[in-house]
């Protein structure tokens, strides 16, 4: 019996394409239709943890020494671009076509996730589940989540107590990530661990934690906001929302368009596979086996650098001041005068480029078609598509930028300043919620796959001339 959504047709669809493409047919074979009925997640995880450790375990014994390419000494001093070195379940990132989780696009995700409203934007909840176990949730299950998230969301006192000893205008990030390590007083794995717990049980109480975590982020980053921003009015949560509709709600937005992009936006910022700063500083840190709280507050510490997740604050402070020097219908040469005028000062252009990415982000691609179906008179919107003609070309024209294209930055903030959410420097706190699901999700699969402490070999300039020499 399958309870999905969209019916068997898109999932033989989607393996009939994996079979045409190799890359593909290994992400989607883990990806399989709900077949339960259980509304339970953890149950579901309980199932599939040995079937998953009985996978890792064959491909270490038969091919553990089978070769993956050549590092070269690039590779080592340019921050190990393109060198596989993670193992990373939730999520896989190709540079052409983008995002696949547990081997669904976005678009996909778009069609076959439940959504709040008949035909609207996937609930983030719906990926979560979709992370944790790789089988699409059917609505009752999605609505059950919710419902566990929300009875998890009680944030201790000492929490708001600990950001409230911060100057109120201290940056959005630094009081999220403060909350976040108050949280983690609470931690069950660092409690079982004290008390003693074997290792094959690590991912239970990491699993207690993650969801805890993921329950209350949202609530810990409603407070920085209406903290920082409207005189420390707290909206409590609405017990007859979901988990995007009640962020929207407790950050004292409730129309049903911004709760509909919220529910878009925590989805598609979730997970970019393993090698992104954040995801890879709480994977390090979780492989000392820190608990989900410390591993989490570290990978938040690395999005709130410029150039990742705090481009979304640089992006529209760069449109603003685009704007004040040359208003609103700014012409195409203005612009193209303007990203000159930031390239040569030294800067780069926010929102545009990629480590990984080759293409277009298609994250970028669904919150602009988010606009031109919501949106599509906003000036700000129509700078932003402008911005598509002309910054690719002069980026290519520097002859040194691999991917002159946007990311998934260049787009957020115009479409959260439409509906009121005007403060830019906020807007990485809201990556930051919606990478707990993904990182979370992979940590849980990290204890459930023993897999063990990160600790890759360095070396100096002197032994790599050494070497070279020799080589040569
Ligand atoms: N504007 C100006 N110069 C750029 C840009 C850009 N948007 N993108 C890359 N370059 C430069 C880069 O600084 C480097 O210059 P140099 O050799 O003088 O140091 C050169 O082009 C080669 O860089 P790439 O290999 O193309 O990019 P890399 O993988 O090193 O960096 C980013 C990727 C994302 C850090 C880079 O493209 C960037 O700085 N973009 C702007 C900031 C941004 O939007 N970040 C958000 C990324 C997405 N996210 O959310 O994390
Ligand atoms: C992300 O979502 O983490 C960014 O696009 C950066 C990356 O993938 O390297």
Redo the contacts with the bound molecule.
């Keep these: 019996m399958v309870f999905f959504k969209c019916g068997v047709s898109l999932i033989s669809k989607l393996r009939s394409r994996a079979v045409q493409q190799p890359s593909l047919r290994d992400s989607v074979r883990w990806l399989q239709v709900q077949t339960s009925s259980d509304l339970d997640l953890h149950s579901q995880l309980k199932e599939l943890i040995p079937e998953q450790q009985e996978r890792l375990k064959k491909l270490k014994s038969e091919h553990g020494k089978v070769q993956l390419g050549n590092i070269t000494v690039d590779m080592v001093i340019g ?1 190990m ?1 393109g060198m596989t070195g993670l193992l990373w379940e939730t999520s896989l990132l190709d540079p052409e076509e983008g995002i696949r989780f547990r081997g669904l696009s976005i678009p996909e995700c778009q069609k076959v996730l439940p959504a709040a409203k008949p035909g609207g934007e996937p609930m983030p909840e719906g990926l979560l589940w979709l992370l944790l176990t790789g089988k699409v949730p059917t609505k009752e299950q999605v609505d059950s989540l919710s419902k566990e998230l929300r009875s998890r969301s009680t944030i201790p006192d000492h929490v708001y107590k600990t950001i409230n000893a911060l100057p109120v205008n201290a940056h959005p990030m630094t009081q999220f990530a403060t909350g976040v390590m108050a949280l983690q007083v609470q931690s069950e794995f660092q409690k079982a661990y004290e008390k003693g717990i074997h290792k094959s049980k690590y991912w239970e109480p990491t699993y207690e934690d993650s969801l805890n975590l993921i329950a209350q982020v949202p609530v810990v980053a409603a407070y920085v906001y209406r903290r920082m921003y409207k005189n420390e009015q707290v909206i409590p949560m609405d017990d007859s929302l979901d988990y995007g509709g009640n962020f929207a709600h407790m950050l004292g937005f409730d129309s049903p368009d911004m709760l509909e992009l919220m529910r878009l936006y925590l989805t598609i910022h979730s997970d970019h596979e393993g090698g ?2 954040s995801a890879h500083t709480g994977h390090l840190v979780a492989s000392a086996l820190s608990d989900p709280y410390l591993s989490f507050a570290a990978a938040l510490n690395g999005l709130a650098g ?4 705090l ?2 604050q ?2 529209l402070l760069w449109i603003k001041s685009v704007v004040e020097e040359c208003g609103e219908n700014v012409t195409k040469e203005n612009l193209k005068d303007y990203v000159w005028k930031t ?1 040569n000062s030294g ?9 990984v990415l080759r293409k277009t982000d298609p994250r970028y691609t669904c919150q602009r078609e988010f606009a031109l179906k919501h949106l599509p008179d906003d000036p700000l919107f129509k700078l932003v598509s402008n911005l598509y003609e002309v910054v690719p070309p002069i ?1 290519l024209e ?1 002859g ?4 002159p294209w946007p ?4 787009h957020s903030g115009v479409l959260l300043n439409h509906y009121g959410l005007t403060e830019a420097r906020y807007y990485t706190v809201l ?1 930051g919620v919606s990478r707990a699901i993904g990182i979370c999700s992979q940590l849980i699969w990290d204890r459930a796959l023993g897999l063990p402490l990160e600790r890759p070999k360095s070396v100096t300039m002197e032994w790599l001339e050494n070497y070279c020499k020799k080589a040569a």
Aim: proline residues 6%; aromatic residues 6%; charged residues 20%.
């Design positions: 921050g671009r992104n700063v410029p150039l990742h997740g481009a979304n640089e992006v390239l800067k780069v252009v926010p929102g545009f480029g990629h480590g980026l520097l040194k930028v691999k991917n990311n998934v930055d260049a990556f």
